[in-house]
C-alpha cells in the first residue's frame, strides 16, 4: 500500500518568514495530494491540494509544488502569521472516489513572535 | 464548519465493552471515510462507503464494522474495546468533481476513551 513520509517533525520559525514542509509518497498511482491543518483538539481542515496534472498551486500566501518522478510534495507558506500555528499533514491517494487518504505523521509549525 | 456531523463528541467507556458513532455527511456528498487518529498510529484510514456500499478498506480491525444507511448517514461499530482503542475518530464526506476527483470535508469527530 501507500506510504507516506513527513519532514520536519516539527518547524519554528519567525513570524513573517517562510515555512517548507516536505512530503514523499511510495504509490506511483497516487494522483491527488491535499495537505490538511489541524488546530488541536479540532478536525482537519483542508487548505490546499493539487492533481497529478499540474505541478504547482498557489492560493495567496500557500504555494504546493508536486515532482511525480522523484514522488515529492512540498507545502510552502509565506509571511508566516501567529494564527499559522498548527499541525500540517500531507497525504496523498489514488482519487477517484474509491480510495482512503494515507497521511504523513504531520509538521508541529510554530510561529514565534 | 464542513458540514460534516458527528455524535457522540466525547464517549468514555469500559474495556470488553462496545459503542456505536454516528456520522452524517454534507448535504449531496454520497461517500463517507472513517479516520482513526491516534498519537502513535497518527491518522489512518479505516473504511469507505459510497450509496451505501463499501467501496475502500484501509486498517480497519475486525472487531469494527460500519455500514451506511439509506439517508446517507453512516455508523462505525466497535466491540471488544481495548485501551489502545482510544483514540480520535474521524468522518469525511466528499463528492465526486469533474474527472473524478474529490475532496474530503471532515466531521469535529468522536473522542473515545476506553478505561
Known amino acids: 500500500g501507500e506510504n507516506v513520509e513527513q519532514h520536519p517533525s516539527t518547524l519554528s520559525v519567525q513570524e513573517g518568514d517562510s515555512a517548507v514542509i516536505k512530503c514523499t509518497y511510495s504509490d506511483s498511482a497516487s494522483n491527488y495530494f491535499p495537505w490538511y491543518k489541524q488546530e488541536l483538539g479540532k478536525r482537519p481542515q483542508l487548505i490546499i491540494d493539487i492533481r497529478s496534472n499540474v505541478g504547482e498551486k498557489k492560493d495567496q500566501r500557500i504555494a504546493v509544488t508536486l515532482n511525480k518522478t522523484a514522488k515529492h510534495f512540498s507545502l510552502h507558506i509565506t509571511e508566516t502569521q501567529p494564527e499559522d500555528s498548527a499541525v500540517y499533514f500531507c497525504?496523498?491517494?489514488?482519487?477517484?472516489?474509491?480510495?482512503?487518504?494515507?497521511f504523513g505523521k504531520g509538521t508541529h509549525l510554530i510561529i514565534q513572535p | 464548519d464542513s458540514g460534516v456531523t458527528q455524535t457522540p463528541k466525547h464517549l468514555i467507556t469500559a474495556t470488553g465493552q462496545r459503542v456505536t458513532l454516528r456520522c452524517s455527511p454534507r448535504s449531496g456528498d454520497l461517500s463517507v471515510y472513517w479516520y482513526q487518529q491516534s498519537l502513535d498510529q497518527g491518522l489512518q484510514f479505516l473504511i469507505q462507503?459510497?450509496?451505501?456500499?463499501?467501496?475502500a478498506k484501509g486498517n480497519i480491525l475486525e472487531r469494527f464494522s460500519a455500514q451506511q444507511f439509506p439517508d446517507l448517514h453512516s455508523e462505525l461499530n466497535l466491540s471488544s474495546l481495548e485501551l489502545g482503542d482510544s483514540a480520535l475518530y474521524f468522518c469525511?464526506?466528499?463528492?465526486?468533481?469533474?474527472?473524478?476527483?474529490?475532496?474530503?470535508?471532515f466531521g469535529p469527530g468522536t473522542r473515545l476513551l476506553v478505561l
Open positions: 497525504a496523498a491517494s489514488r482519487g477517484g472516489g474509491a480510495d482512503g487518504l494515507t
Open positions: 462507503y459510497y450509496n451505501g456500499e463499501e467501496r
Open positions: 469525511a464526506s466528499s463528492v465526486l468533481g469533474a474527472g473524478g476527483q474529490e475532496t474530503q470535508y
